[in-house]
Structure formats: structure tokens, C-alpha cells
């Protein structure tokens, strides 16, 4: 007889999605096209491996400080300066195991049991589990397409309480690959400082951005300093997301917070990675350049084949690597469409749903995979939607 563990109870908020299912029907057929990754298809440039493989040899295999160590702060510091006018000193950082560990922390730094955060829906998966596994209590910002998937400033408004903390915000987004416009965020940043709310604004796609679109940090608005914690990750813009690294970037007395309880479970963001980390900020910038250009002729490729399937649409992205095309037409759920798709098609999407509850009606194809697969895949979508006439 199998021994019973009694899991805590906490184990039972995290969701029991069922894309799980799909990626394990998905994992069991040949021939799968993905667009489903969240991550880079490319390698960590060269220069930053080298680099890392040369600290190993010297022997920096040791723990650093809980905080992160002082040379990559450092860089940090004059990247935020530079890239997005955000002046902070280094104890105004620290540095995680990705920038969603940073997220992790900044929650339970500030939230109590019973304490809300406003999280965007659509957005990132892991928001709502995270706050819900500390009792936090998660309340959707609906972004509809119909507004561009921007936050309604008065829908913001009539979501707060006396118990709302934190306000997530994303931009460029996941899964919609939209960007935040300047007059947006300063809706916001007024928001925020009338309630005291606290700002998570998650920048993890900050370098992958198209056409004439501009990243804006909101923690470099007038007055913004005390009410922004800024979180960038290495993942995306250096194709390093198994390395572990990223940040945030804060008020001083949260980071220190922060910084307590990464003490006591990761103790420290990989040692190695962390001085990856400073190769990657301080060498040439070609490499995001390089993956930002194929990454936007992807996207002009997959937003042409959408406009002609019949049945799907889409809005343009303007950042990360993701499209979120609009299936209502089909008049199936997202969960049906996206398995009709691996039956049929061989190509795997993510729901929409998987993203919160108003991205029902939506899939998520993820660009960060080879122009000629993309091709391949839409090709296959087509024909299935043409077939099966749905
Ligand atoms: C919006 C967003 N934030 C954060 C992360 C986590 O990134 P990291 O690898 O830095 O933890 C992801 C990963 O997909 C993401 O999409």
C-alpha cells in the first residue's frame, strides 16, 4: 500500500489547469509544431557562456550575498539608468532566480492573508497562483481587446478597497504582446498614489518591441520612486532563462523585506549566473538587437497568416513574442480550439483561459520559434479550420 501524505492546504490553490493535459497529449504525438514556448528558441549568446565559463574556472562556485552581488547591482544600477531613466542605488535592488521569484517575494513582503492585488486578465500564469498561495486574494483588471488590452483607469478605480496593496502591471504583455501607452501608465501612477497602492510593474519584455512602439517604465514617471517596484528579468531580452537571474528594483525598506525572506529559501540568485548577468548588461547590445529583428519578422509572418485564416484575428502585437488571436468566431471554447488544433493540425497553442478568465475566446501562439516552422504550423492551422469547417 502507497503511504497518504497530508499536502497543506495551501497545495490546493494552485490550479490543476488543463493545459496540462494538453501538453501531455501534445508530448505523446510526433511531428508537433510548438507555439507554445514562453521562452527564447535562441541560445544564450556566445560572449555571456565564454564568460561564465571563465568565472567557473577561476572558482566562483560559492554562495554570494542574499541581496545580489555587489558588481552585477552595480550594473544594474547604470542599465536602469540608462535604458529606462530610473535612478536607484544599489541597495534599492536585489537580485533573484528570475524575475519571478523577485514577484514572489515583493507579494509576500507586502500582502497579508485577505489582502488583494489587482492582477491584469489576460496576463502571465503565474500571478494568480502566487498570490492565492499565500492567501492573498486575487482581483482581475479585465483588459479587453476592444480597448487595445489596456487597463481601464475606471474599471481600476471601482476594483480598489481598503484592502488592496499591490497593482501588476506588464508591459509588454503576456499573452498579449501589447504596450502599455504612456498616458495609461500615468492614469495609473495617479491612481496608485491617490489609494497607496504599491506598483509591480513586470518588464520582462522590455527590449523585445516593434515598429515605432516605445517601452516605457513607469517607475521613471515624476513621483513615481516610493510607489514602483520595477522587475526585469535576464530570460527573454539574453535568451537566459535557465539561468536563473533576474531583479527588481525598489523602495529601499521593500527590498530589504524581500531580501529577508529570500534569505531563508533560495538564500541566493546562482552565483555564476549572477556574473553571467554583468557580461550580459556591460557587453555589446548586437545580440538582443539580432533576436528583437527575426523575432518581428516572425511576428509580420504569423499576423499575415491570421488576417487570412478564416475565423481567427487578431490585434497587431507591439512587444514580447506572442499573439493572441481572437477565435470567438469558431464558436468553440479556447480549450476545444487549441485541442482541435493538436488533433488535426499537429500544432500546439495555449488557451486563452490559461491567462485568466477573459482571455476565453483567445489562443496564444508564441513566435519564438523558427520562421519556417511558423510557416509550417499556419499552413496546418489553415488547412484544419478549412476542413473541418468549423
Ligand atoms: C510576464 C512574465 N514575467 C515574468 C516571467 C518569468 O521570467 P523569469 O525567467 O525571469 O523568472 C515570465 C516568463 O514567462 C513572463 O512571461
Known amino acids: 500500500m502507497t503511504k ?3 499536502i497543506s492546504e495551501r497545495y490546493f490553490y494552485l490550479p490543476d489547469s488543463e493545459f496540462t493535459e494538453i501538453m501531455r497529449m501534445a508530448g505523446e504525438k510526433k511531428d508537433i509544431i510548438s507555439l507554445g514556448p514562453g521562452e527564447p528558441d535562441f541560445t544564450t549568446p556566445k560572449h555571456i557562456i565564454d564568460f561564465a565559463k571563465k568565472k567557473l574556472d577561476e572558482g566562483y562556485t560559492h554562495y554570494s550575498p542574499p541581496v545580489g552581488r555587489s558588481e552585477t547591482r552595480e550594473a544594474i544600477v547604470k542599465k536602469l539608468k540608462k535604458d529606462n531613466k530610473i535612478k536607484v542605488d544599489p541597495e534599492e535592488i536585489i537580485v533573484t532566480c528570475g524575475s519571478q521569484e523577485a ?4 507579494i509576500l513582503a507586502l500582502v497579508d492573508p485577505g489582502e488583494k492585488v489587482l492582477v491584469p486578465d489576460p496576463s502571465f500564469l503565474a500571478y494568480i497562483p502566487m498570490v492565492e498561495t499565500i492567501t492573498g486574494v486575487p482581483v482581475s483588471v ?7 488590452f489596456e487597463f481601464d483607469p475606471d474599471k481600476v478605480r471601482q476594483l480598489i478597497d481598503k484592502r488592496t496593496r499591490i497593482l501588476l502591471i506588464n508591459t509588454p504583455g503576456n499573452p498579449t504582446g501589447r504596450i502599455l501607452k504612456k498616458k495609461t ?7 496608485a498614489v491617490e489609494h ?4 509591480f510593474s513586470d518588464e520582462a519584455y522590455e527590449k523585445f518591441v516593434y515598429e515605432k512602439n516605445k517601452h516605457i517604465s513607469i517607475g521613471s514617471l515624476n513621483g513615481m520612486k516610493d510607489y514602483v517596484i520595477t522587475f526585469h528579468s535576464f530570460s527573454k531580452t539574453y535568451a537566459m532563462p535557465g539561468w536563473r537571474v533576474g531583479y527588481a528594483a525598489g523602495p529601499k525598506d521593500i527590498i530589504k523585506s524581500m531580501t529577508r525572506i529570500h534569505m531563508y529559501s533560495a ?3 546562482p552565483t555564476i549566473s549572477q556574473l553571467a548577468a554583468i557580461e550580459a548588461l556591460n557587453g555589446s547590445q548586437k545580440c538582443v538587437e539580432d533576436m528583437r529583428r527575426e523575432y518581428d519578422r516572425r511576428r509580420k509572418l504569423i499576423v499575415k497568416r491570421i488576417k487570412e485564416i478564416p475565423k481567427m484575428s487578431c490585434l497587431e502585437p507591439e512587444g514580447a513574442f506572442y499573439v493572441f488571436p481572437n477565435i470567438k468566431a469558431m464558436k468553440m471554447k479556447s480549450t476545444e480550439v487549441v485541442r482541435l488544433f493538436l488533433k488535426e493540425a499537429r500544432v500546439l497553442t495555449v488557451p486563452g483561459t490559461e491567462f485568466g478568465r477573459y482571455g476565453e475566446g483567445y489562443i496564444r501562439m508564441s513566435y519564438a520559434t523558427s520562421y519556417e516552422k511558423i510557416e509550417e504550423a499556419m499552413d496546418r492551422i489553415e488547412n484544419t479550420i478549412r476542413k473541418c469547417k468549423v
Open 185 to 191: 501608465l500615468e492614469e495609473l501612477a495617479d491612481i
Open 267 to 269: 538564500l541566493c540568485a
Open 142 to 148: 479585465p483588459l479587453l481587446e476592444k480597448n487595445g
Open 103 to 106: 514577484l514572489f517575494l515583493g
Open 4 to 6: 497518504e501524505y497530508e
Open 196 to 199: 497607496d497602492l504599491v506598483i
